[in-house]
């Protein structure tokens, strides 16, 4: 199994504020999304990168993926309430079906 | 399109006792997934089967059996309950990516 490591584990900032979430390992992965989860609901997909280096935004969301296609981080610009939820990143083995789970980012937007 | 849906939401079950979840998709995806996921672990994989009659394990298999009859659904099951299989499960489907995931179904066991 590969194993993503995501930190930090939680995150409380206030609105406005700037964060980056980070999803490394030791693994080279196909592809890598970041999924966003809110309380009582599934995970739904924000992104997928592909190509090591890969910068992709969405609204203040900016996702990387990392050279090696090892590692990525979102950023969140000037967060705000509606970003409260668990940042979830997983990654896809070159071969196999399975995505494998980081243990997520729980991030908290205060007014 | 309903997408993903899970049966049942919620369930109390006591030490021992057997269940069936039900997953069923309309998106005609060939594959479909189990997860649970736990307080600081993260979705775990269970089983999960990439086509009609195909199934295979997980990282976290042990206990649970798996179904997949009809390519629209993928059934988990739990033979013998056990306070450890407290959790939310996840179904989730897809062609390749992104995963489509159900709104969970959350199991007490007591």
């Known amino acids: 199994t590969q194993l993503l490591e995501q930190s930090p584990q939680f995150l409380s900032i206030q609105e406005g504020e700037n964060l980056t979430v980070y999803c490394n390992s030791s693994?080279?992965?196909?592809?890598l999304q970041w999924y966003r989860q809110e309380p009582g609901e599934g995970p739904v997909l924000l992104v997928t990168?592909?190509?090591?280096?890969e910068v992709k935004k969405l609204k203040r969301l900016t996702f990387q993926f990392g050279d090696a296609r090892k590692d990525s981080s979102l950023h969140i610009t000037a967060a705000q309430p509606g970003d409260t939820g668990l940042y979830l990143c997983?990654?896809?083995?070159?071969?196999?079906?399975?995505?494998?789970f980081g243990k997520g980012t729980s991030l908290l937007v205060t007014p | 399109n309903a997408g993903v849906t899970q049966t049942p939401k919620f369930r109390v079950l006591k030490t021992g006792q057997s269940m069936t979840l039900l997953c069923a998709q309309d998106?005609?995806?060939?594959?479909m997934y189990w997860y649970r996921q736990d307080p600081g672990m993260g979705l775990r994989l269970i089983h999960y089967?990439?086509?009609?009659?195909?199934?295979a394990k997980g990282e976290v298999p042990d206990g649970y059996n798996v179904s997949r009859l009809k390519k629209q659904n993928f059934l988990l099951g739990l033979e013998s309950a056990a306070p450890s299989q407290t959790s939310v499960y996840f179904c989730?489907?897809?062609?390749?990516?992104?995963?489509?995931f159900g709104p969970g179904t959350r199991l007490t066991v007591l």
């Open positions: 989730a489907s897809t062609f390749g990516t992104p995963l489509f």
């Open positions: 997983a990654g896809g083995e070159n071969s196999g079906y399975a995505l494998n």
């Open positions: 990168v592909v190509t090591g280096g």
């Open positions: 089967s990439v086509g009609e009659g195909t199934t």
């Open positions: 998106m005609n995806h060939e594959y």
């Open positions: 693994s080279v992965f196909s592809s």
